[in-house]
């Protein structure tokens, strides 16, 4: 089993910045791919930024220039620096993983989700 938990949410004026961590544990032998997804109140959740095991990136047209996605293998982690928060911002974030297991199986994991709210 593998355990995603996120840190960094909060609530910040437009114009701020806000850093969110994800740290995977449990029985893995790598991470793939992995996400930042957002869900805002009566909304779809949406991609906002992923990033490969090689380091490519992607982001949402919303986000592009705004927010940087990053990851450290060696501690399983990532992180989603979000700087020029605009209050659309605002929803709820979850952190994905792709994750090859010890035992040899491919899963998908999501987070529990971090709020971020984003004050006009």
């Known amino acids: 089993q593998v355990q995603l938990v996120e840190s960094g949410g909060g609530l910040v004026q437009a114009g701020g910045s806000l850093r969110l961590s994800c740290v995977a544990s449990?029985?893995?032998?790598?991470?793939?791919?992995m996400a930042w997804y957002r869900q805002a109140p009566g909304k779809q959740r949406e991609l906002v930024a992923k990033?490969?095991?090689?380091?490519?990136?992607d982001y949402a047209d919303s986000v592009k220039g705004r927010f940087t996605i990053s990851r450290d293998n060696a501690k399983n982690t990532q992180y989603l620096q979000m700087d020029s928060l605009k209050p659309e911002d605002t929803a709820v974030y979850y952190c994905?993983?792709?994750?090859?297991?010890?035992?040899?199986?491919?899963?998908?994991?999501w987070g529990q989700g971090t709020q971020v709210t984003v004050s006009s």
């Open positions: 994905y993983a792709w994750v090859s297991s010890k035992a040899g199986y491919n899963y998908v994991y």
């Open positions: 449990g029985s893995i032998f790598s991470i793939n791919s």
């Open positions: 990033i490969t095991s090689g380091d490519s990136t």
